[in-house]
């Protein structure tokens, strides 16, 4: 028979665990619509940041400004955006299994493949299969554009001294607070737009030159694309970590209406069991 005291004791247990997990929940629920507004304010910029720099990449010869050299990707660096914290459901391992996928496939095709890291569960989920990183950062949770700056510009340095051919970025795409796609994305050398076969590219007049235009517009739209990649990843773990707790303060309700049903069926079995032992003892007496 269950010992009554410590199914009482599990019930307050899950009780406490719940009461944890809800306001786990309300909290990522409150910084999520922080979030959302974030990436749908700064999407519409980026978009057309990419398409401004698609468009003037196929008009410009690659030597007139580095990052739009295209190599031989003999030497890639993957960038793998994670968060801080845990408690968001698949959010970290869903990253890691798509940047291992990925380092798997160049290692066959490459020389050689580095990695940086932004977020602490990135950080220690390689350091324990012995990687070392160019660079690592850390994911608040919130971020800044000169926080995208930081991260962005010794890998941009890092490619002009041609150190690595190519660029790529793990991280999550936030659709909605139940879904958020994994992509993996090259974020250099810049993808050229592709024209159609009836258009001729346009001729630019660049005030006050082309390279000094280039030599501006080019790391901006570089910045742009990483803080977006960020905002996207913080919007992700917060849609992520409300949907875990939403199920894990669920799974605590089911518990412990299931321990509370164990409970009294164990305590209608003590007292059955009590009440025998009386009317046995009377019997006994009387007899």
């Known amino acids: 028979m269950a010992n009554l005291k410590d199914i009482r004791k599990r019930i307050s ?6 009461q944890i997990t809800k306001a786990m929940k309300m909290v990522a629920a409150s910084k999520l619509k922080k979030a959302q507004d974030g990436v749908v304010q700064a999407r519409p910029y980026a978009s057309k940041m990419s398409d401004v720099l698609a468009s003037l990449a196929v008009r410009v010869k690659p030597g007139k400004h580095p990052l739009l050299e295209r ?3 003999k030497k890639v ?9 845990g408690l968001c459901g698949g959010f970290n391992t869903n990253v890691t299994k798509a940047a291992d996928n990925f380092l798997q496939e160049k290692k066959a095709s490459c020389e050689e493949v580095v990695m940086s890291v932004v977020g602490r569960k990135a950080r220690d ?11 690592e950062d850390l994911n608040p949770g919130s971020t800044s554009f000169s926080q995208a700056e930081v991260i962005a510009r010794p890998i941009i340095d890092r490619y002009v001294e041609g150190e690595i051919d190519a660029v790529y970025v793990a991280y999550t795409e936030f659709k909605s607070a139940m879904t958020q796609n994994i992509v993996v994305k090259r974020l250099l050398p810049l993808e050229p ?3 159609a076969e009836d258009e001729v ?23 742009t694309q990483m803080f977006s990649m960020l905002l996207e990843s913080i919007a992700s773990e917060h849609g992520s970590r409300m949907t875990a707790m939403d199920s894990a303060t669920n799974n605590a309700t089911e518990m412990t209406a299931k321990l509370t049903l164990i409970y009294n069926r164990a305590r209608q079995a003590a007292i059955t069991t009590e009440l025998m032992e009386i009317v046995s003892g009377a019997e006994a007496l009387n007899s």
Request: charged share 35%; proline share 5%.
């Open 193 to 195: 737009k592709v024209l």
């Open 71 to 73: 190599r031989d990707e």
């Open 125 to 135: 989920y390689y350091r324990r299969r012995n990687w070392e990183f160019k660079n």
């Open 77 to 85: 660096e993957l960038l793998v955006i994670t968060s801080d914290r």
């Open 201 to 223: 590219p346009v001729e630019y007049l660049y005030e006050p030159s082309e390279g000094a235009l280039l030599a501006d517009i080019i790391p901006r739209y570089i910045y």
């Open 13 to 18: 247990s899950v009780k406490s665990t719940q």
